[in-house]
């Protein structure tokens, strides 16, 4: 079998075959990082093509001083799948539970879900991006530090001020909604 330069020298050189077998080589791994974040079959699926679409696309564009060729098609298909989590998934935080017509509507809505929906939305920006990377897009702590390009131990402040903001906050909405629930 051929070694990964010489199939990457041929895949700049736009040969189909080598492209075939760089995917057979890493497809399986990076399916499972695209399945982990996005947690839907199918659009893994696509977005594993998409990946290797680019790679066949931009293949020119890598360069093994700067890194390993799987962590370039690693970084490619994180950032595919982030751009269609940001696109199509609405996180928690932005639902709009303010407005019910009637005291049914109100009360289908489990309240746990609005107390940690009211909860997060009081959360400053940074701390909010780093409970959504780690817990709605499940990043390690490590991948999610560098994403949003602060150091490791300021990032794990970051969760660990945000639960414990959070935990003060979803303490006092639960009261709240409790309350409001039984004026209705």
Do not use: C
């Amino acid at each position: 079998m051929q070694n990964d330069s010489t199939l990457i020298q041929q895949l700049k050189n736009k040969d189909e075959r080598a492209l075939s077998l760089l995917y057979d080589k890493y497809s399986g791994s990076i399916y499972s990082v695209i399945l982990k974040m996005i947690r839907d079959e199918g659009k893994a699926q696509n977005l594993l093509q998409d990946t290797f679409m680019t790679v066949w696309d931009k293949a020119e564009n890598y360069d093994a001083e700067k890194g390993r060729f799987y962590t370039w098609v690693y970084r490619i298909a994180k950032n595919k799948t982030l751009n269609m989590l940001r696109k199509s998934d609405p996180l928690i935080q932005t639902d709009d539970f303010s407005v019910h017509n009637n005291k049914e509507d109100a009360i289908s809505i489990e309240p746990e879900y609005l107390e940690l929906n009211g909860a997060v939305t009081t959360l400053e920006a940074h701390h909010k991006e780093a409970i959504e990377l780690v817990y709605f897009k499940g990043l390690t702590h490590r991948e999610a530090h560098q994403e949003m390009n602060v150091p490791l131990g300021t990032f794990k402040s970051y969760v660990r001020q945000a639960l414990k903001q959070l935990k003060i906050t979803y303490a006092k909405t639960l009261s709240l909604i409790l309350l409001i629930l039984n004026a209705l």
